[in-house]
């Protein structure tokens, strides 16, 4: 399904919501299908793959490029009413109605826009006419990735842009006095993604070989989290579980710590209400943390082969 | 029931079978992962490592579109 201006909904239950993340689902598989096997399927098909996953980035960029710090925004939404459906769970907070671009700067999202754009132009044939919005959108990414790098460990925060500055005053919906914002956290799933994605940009020529060693950087922070036992285990630690789109600072920053994969169910403490509990247009208490940050969760597992693949061999 | 399961595929290779290891998932689609990696690399690499054109039919297929209400 299409949202009135023409974008993919990210979701079923996520109606008219275009999510950075979406683009890493789709858009380099009918790129790489268009340039592999479309034709010999369907005459004509090739053409319209390519199409369809340029004008999906283009869209998406036009929406959420937030010219400040050449990031991208977690999501917009193209519903008629400005209302975003099925953000109930996990995060229980929802973009306010008729705000339509999300309010955020999420690593692991613009992680996943950059590497499913880079891996389109990776089969994007070289005279197709987009091809150069998309390579603005890797040169941004990439500047901003290059500017809100952490200096001492190479990783990215999981709000990209806040680093280790003070947070909020205001972590919650405007006007809420109760909810101060919480500090920001390194993420490993996203730093991993993005060394994959920078250090593939410059290999196939997309972005400077300056950001080859932003990447190195980025990789090694990375691999400081990665653990491997005596017996050969390997323990990724630091990565935040799937997250929906939030309307807050909280929503991303609040997050529960543990090493396992337990998420709870209601989330720690036990008093903690569930999304049907909390009151439309409220945030969580502060105790009640919806995002879990855990060891070994498949995005990180995911990461690191990426990334290694890139730099690693 | 286990995530991951492996299968045994025969492919024909010149001078005999080759013996190769394939890994199905037999996760469900579970609804409240928001961002995961899609296993397209895998149709690609499933239907180049072994010419089987169901393979190929998987990919065609998300090439189809389908009338919504």
Not at chain 1, 90 to 108: E, H, Q
Not at chain 2, 26 to 52: C, H, K
């Amino acid at each position: 399904m299409k949202n009135p201006g023409g974008a993919f909904w990210h979701k079923p239950a996520y109606p008219n919501q275009q999510w950075l993340d979406g683009i890493y689902m789709s858009e380099p598989f009918i790129t790489r299908f268009g340039a592999l096997y479309a034709d010999s399927q369907l005459a004509g098909d090739s053409a319209d793959c390519f199409s369809t996953a340029t004008t999906q980035i283009k869209i998406l960029a036009s929406h959420t490029f937030d010219p400040q710090t050449k990031l991208y925004f977690h999501a917009w939404n193209g519903a008629a009413d400005g209302v975003w459906l099925g953000l109930g769970l996990p995060s229980k907070t929802p973009v306010r109605t008729g705000i339509v671009v999300s309010p955020i700067l999420w690593a692991r999202s613009i992680a996943w826009f950059l590497a499913g754009t880079v891996d389109v132009l990776e089969y994007l044939p070289a005279s197709h006419p987009d091809r150069q919005a998309l390579l603005d959108v890797v040169s941004n990414i990439a500047q901003g990735l290059k500017t809100y790098q952490d200096p001492a460990t190479g990783l990215w925060y999981q709000v990209v842009n806040q680093m280790d500055a003070p947070p909020p005053a205001n972590g919650g919906y405007a006007g809420e006095t109760d909810k101060p914002g919480q500090p920001n956290w390194l993420e490993t799933s996203s730093s991993g993604i993005f060394s994959y994605a920078l250090a593939k940009a410059v290999r196939l020529g997309y972005i400077s070989s300056d950001y080859l060693a932003v990447a190195k950087k980025g990789w090694a922070g990375v691999k400081s989290r990665i653990d491997v036992g005596t017996d050969g285990s390997v323990n990724i630690r630091g990565t935040v579980v799937g997250m929906s789109v939030g309307g807050t600072y909280n929503a991303y920053t609040n997050a529960d710590f543990r090493t396992d994969l337990t998420t709870g169910t209601p989330p720690a403490p036990s008093t903690c209400k569930t999304a049907a509990q909390i009151a439309p247009g409220a945030t969580p208490t502060l105790d009640c943390r919806y995002t879990y940050v855990r060891d070994n969760v498949p995005q990180g597992f995911g990461a690191v082969l990426l990334a290694a693949s890139e730099l690693e061999f | 029931m286990p995530e991951i399961e492996p299968t045994i595929r025969q492919r024909p290779r010149p001078g005999g079978f080759v013996r190769r290891l394939v890994f199905v998932s037999l996760a469900p689609n579970d609804p409240t992962v928001q961002d995961v990696i899609q296993p397209s690399n895998l149709l690609f690499g499933m239907y180049a490592a072994t010419n089987d054109a169901r393979y190929l039919k998987a990919m065609s297929s998300t090439r189809q579109t389908s009338t919504t209400s």
